[in-house]
């Protein structure tokens, strides 16, 4: 590889390692409260902010982060207020938000919907970077509450008798998958982005037979597999998500036919 | 109930209702301090409920609850002690049983158990005949192992007040036996309350130091050498109460 595709590859893996140790970090949480539909759903809201940053001709995370914010304080809002439950409020925003992104997206924009829709390395700059760092501080800033998480995940009302504030720290957990989720879009795209939740703490579930554990070893898997299907991408020049995907569906593979019944 | 003791339970005509109905309408009573107050009552009768009130889990519609003469809020959770009786736990969740009763300990779930909380959690498992299962994961276990994981869980951090909903449930004979010994020991080391919804009166009467019998209202309570007459009994239950096999023959009503 050239002077050119490190000069590329630099700020895309980079970015990608730290976003991969974040989304395996909130990932466990996604995977075992069974909210993969959520993480989908809130990066296609996503789109809808990006379309708007492009449209007024700024940055797309500064309006895609408040945007899918609101778009998850929604649907916490319409599943207390409704009692629906949240997957129906998240596929009626979430499709909402995609096609005012499919309406307002300029047409004639150098990097088209599919770039944001699928993921492109060569759209990653070093300021995805910085967000990607602030977010890891987020996230050990969050190392207190993976406890509080934990403990809701496993049994909610217990972890309230204790008096833990789960309803407050819920709503964290929803506002942190929100925002992983745009800081994402750029590296492996809207309809990929969920697969970064959901893959390595899938895969951890499978090898491990306590919730550390599995937290342990998902950030190694995404740790591992997001700067190896960068390389593959950089390489053969295959979409970015895709290439880290496709990586990570393998390994999924093999410990899901390793696994002991 | 409590003839000037100092009470652990204190509900001042407590009334909640859960959609058009009401499961629990103008309760008053006193638990005193270091009772064994068993709450008997039909299915659907606010059992369930009235714990879940003392948990903090269900606001009340009316009135107010004290434990140990202070606001629900105010009060230690790690004072308390609980065994649900319906686990509303992630199964698929991976976490062993001494994962789940470190929770007693620390009031939330551990990255990583320190030696003195795994020997604390290992003698509470020993204390209920599961130490052998410490390491198995909690979504093999059978229901009765499964209580007595929660019942290790709330004797693990030495509450002043255990609350229980149908411990035994799932249990067979021995194990409900050994139950029943287990609390009574626990609550004379520790001076401590316990609070347990049952079905079966004659357990009840056996082991209680108080009895309330609630459907919706509070029907009756007092100690347990007295106990409601047989019209109260039949109003509640439509009958005289449930009986254990193992107790009906000698059992005496008041």
């Given at each position: 590889?050239?002077?050119?595709?490190?000069?590329?590859?630099?700020?895309?893996?980079?970015?990608?390692?730290?976003?991969?140790?974040?989304?395996?970090?909130?990932?466990?949480?996604?995977?075992?409260?069974?909210?993969?539909?959520?993480?989908?759903?809130?990066?296609?809201?996503?789109?809808?902010?990006?379309?708007?940053?492009?449209?007024?001709?700024?940055?797309?995370?500064?309006?895609?982060?408040?945007?899918?914010?609101?778009?998850?304080?929604?649907?916490?809002?319409?599943?207390?207020?409704?009692?629906?439950?949240?997957?129906?409020?998240?596929?009626?925003?979430?499709?909402?938000?995609?096609?005012?992104?499919?309406?307002?997206?300029?047409?004639?924009?150098?990097?088209?919907?599919?770039?944001?829709?699928?993921?492109?390395?060569?759209?990653?700059?070093?300021?995805?970077?910085?967000?990607?760092?602030?977010?890891?501080?987020?996230?050990?800033?969050?190392?207190?509450?993976?406890?509080?998480?934990?403990?809701?995940?496993?049994?909610?009302?217990?972890?309230?008798?204790?008096?833990?504030?789960?309803?407050?720290?819920?709503?964290?957990?929803?506002?942190?998958?929100?925002?992983?989720?745009?800081?994402?879009?750029?590296?492996?795209?809207?309809?990929?982005?969920?697969?970064?939740?959901?893959?390595?703490?899938?895969?951890?579930?499978?090898?491990?037979?306590?919730?550390?554990?599995?937290?342990?070893?998902?950030?190694?898997?995404?740790?591992?597999?997001?700067?190896?299907?960068?390389?593959?991408?950089?390489?053969?020049?295959?979409?970015?998500?895709?290439?880290?995907?496709?990586?990570?569906?393998?390994?999924?593979?093999?410990?899901?036919?390793?696994?002991?019944? | 109930?409590?003839?000037?003791?100092?009470?652990?339970?204190?509900?001042?005509?407590?009334?909640?209702?859960?959609?058009?109905?009401?499961?629990?309408?103008?309760?008053?009573?006193?638990?005193?301090?270091?009772?064994?107050?068993?709450?008997?009552?039909?299915?659907?009768?606010?059992?369930?409920?009235?714990?879940?009130?003392?948990?903090?889990?269900?606001?009340?519609?009316?009135?107010?609850?004290?434990?140990?003469?202070?606001?629900?809020?105010?009060?230690?959770?790690?004072?308390?002690?609980?065994?649900?009786?319906?686990?509303?736990?992630?199964?698929?969740?991976?976490?062993?049983?001494?994962?789940?009763?470190?929770?007693?300990?620390?009031?939330?779930?551990?990255?990583?158990?320190?030696?003195?909380?795994?020997?604390?959690?290992?003698?509470?498992?020993?204390?209920?005949?599961?130490?052998?299962?410490?390491?198995?994961?909690?979504?093999?276990?059978?229901?009765?192992?499964?209580?007595r994981v929660y019942l290790a869980r709330a004797l693990v951090r030495q509450p002043e007040l255990l609350l229980l909903d149908e411990p035994a449930t799932g249990m067979d004979v021995r194990s409900e036996a050994d139950l029943h010994s287990i609390l009574e020991d626990y609550q004379t080391d520790h001076t401590a309350t316990v609070v347990m919804v049952s079905h079966d009166w004659s357990t009840a009467k056996h082991h209680s130091s108080h009895i309330m019998l609630l459907n919706s209202t509070l029907r009756w309570s007092g100690a347990s050498t007295d106990g409601p007459d047989d019209e109260v009994m039949r109003e509640v239950f439509?009958?005289?109460?449930?009986?254990?096999?193992?107790?009906?023959?000698?059992?005496?009503?008041?």
């Open positions: 590889m050239d002077d050119f595709y490190w000069l590329v590859l630099a700020p895309a893996l980079c970015g990608g390692t730290l976003i991969a140790l974040v989304s395996a970090w909130v990932g466990v949480f996604v995977v075992q409260r069974g909210l993969s539909f959520v993480g989908a759903g809130l990066a296609h809201a996503a789109f809808g902010g990006v379309a708007l940053g492009v449209l007024w001709g700024i940055e797309p995370l500064y309006v895609a982060l408040p945007f899918t914010m609101l778009v998850a304080s929604l649907v916490v809002f319409i599943r207390n207020r409704t009692g629906l439950q949240s997957d129906t409020a998240i596929g009626i925003l979430f499709t909402s938000a995609m096609a005012l992104g499919m309406i307002v997206f300029p047409q004639d924009n150098a990097a088209g919907p599919m770039s944001y829709l699928f993921g492109d390395i060569l759209l990653v700059r070093w300021f995805d970077c910085i967000a990607a760092a602030v977010l890891v501080f987020v996230a050990l800033g969050s190392m207190r509450l993976w406890s509080s998480w934990a403990y809701a995940t496993f049994d909610k009302d217990q972890a309230k008798a204790d008096g833990l504030p789960v309803t407050r720290h819920d709503m964290y957990l929803i506002l942190f998958i929100a925002a992983t989720v745009v800081v994402s879009i750029k590296l492996v795209g809207i309809v990929l982005t969920s697969a970064l939740l959901i893959i390595p703490p899938a895969t951890a579930r499978l090898c491990t037979r306590t919730f550390s554990g599995m937290t342990v070893v998902a950030l190694f898997i995404s740790g591992i597999t997001v700067p190896a299907g960068l390389m593959l991408s950089a390489l053969y020049s295959w979409p970015s998500g895709a290439s880290i995907i496709a990586i990570q569906a393998l390994v999924f593979t093999g410990a899901a036919l390793l696994k002991r019944s | 109930m409590t003839d000037g003791q100092p009470s652990a339970v204190q509900c001042d005509g407590i009334s909640v209702q859960l959609g058009e109905q009401f499961a629990l309408q103008h309760v008053s009573m006193s638990i005193p301090v270091g009772a064994f107050c068993t709450i008997l009552g039909p299915n659907g009768g606010g059992k369930s409920t009235f714990l879940r009130v003392l948990l903090g889990l269900q606001a009340v519609t009316r009135g107010s609850v004290q434990l140990f003469d202070a606001p629900i809020s105010a009060v230690n959770p790690r004072r308390i002690g609980t065994v649900p009786q319906s686990k509303r736990y992630d199964q698929n969740f991976p976490a062993r049983a001494l994962d789940v009763v470190a929770t007693g300990i620390h009031g939330k779930w551990s990255f990583r158990l320190d030696e003195t909380t795994r020997a604390s959690c290992l003698q509470a498992l020993d204390r209920v005949g599961l130490r052998s299962l410490a390491d198995r994961r909690v979504g093999v276990l059978s229901g009765g192992e499964l209580q439509g009958h005289r109460g449930h009986m254990h096999p193992m107790t009906q023959v000698g059992c005496t009503h008041g």
